[in-house]
């Protein structure tokens, strides 16, 4: 069960999503999503360096096989860090990113993690809402973080969930 919005409410809808590990097969579809959400995206070396590294990397397909967003997360002792959580575009607004992150979550627990950290960008709204909504908050700001359009730099918040 999920949640699709339409004309501006949210309603439960069974939707088909199937969650599956990310390949390399998968990238070229993924960095088309990267490209059209993102200006800096992550390049095919970052998804295959973390695919390499044993990252736990997922996709998110719909019923018509659609894919409809991914997320790359490192685990290393008993924290996990998510890297990379997009939706495509069409996708937004429609409860997905909130399935990811469930899915994110379910890993993290299967893998007995404490906790999960982020980055996210003060002007990124959408997702500051969504994480703050799921549970995470503000632990620190990392100046300078994220490149920024005309050679500027912009901050990164740092955000924890307790699993």
Do not use: C
Request: net charge neutral; no cysteine; aromatic share 10%.
């Amino acid at each position: 069960m999920s949640s699709v919005q339409e004309t501006g409410k949210l309603r439960p809808e069974i939707v088909p999503l199937e969650f599956s590990r990310m390949q390399a097969q998968d990238i070229d579809e993924v960095l088309r999503i990267e490209y059209a959400v993102y200006p800096f995206p992550w390049v095919r070396e970052n998804f295959l360096d973390s695919l390499l590294s044993g990252y736990e990397a997922w996709i998110v397909r719909d019923g018509s096989r659609q894919l409809l967003g991914y997320f790359l997360m490192m685990v290393a002792v008993d924290e996990a860090h998510l890297l990379n959580i997009t939706v495509a575009l069409d996708a937004q607004g429609k409860g997905t990113g909130r399935l990811m992150l469930d899915k994110a979550v379910a890993v993290a627990r299967e893998r007995k993690m404490q906790s999960i950290l982020l980055e996210v960008r003060p002007s990124n709204l959408r997702a500051l809402s969504l994480y703050e909504h799921y549970g995470f908050f503000q632990i620190g700001v990392r100046k300078n973080y994220y490149p920024a359009a005309h050679g500027k730099r912009e901050d990164a918040i740092v955000m924890r969930f307790p699993i």
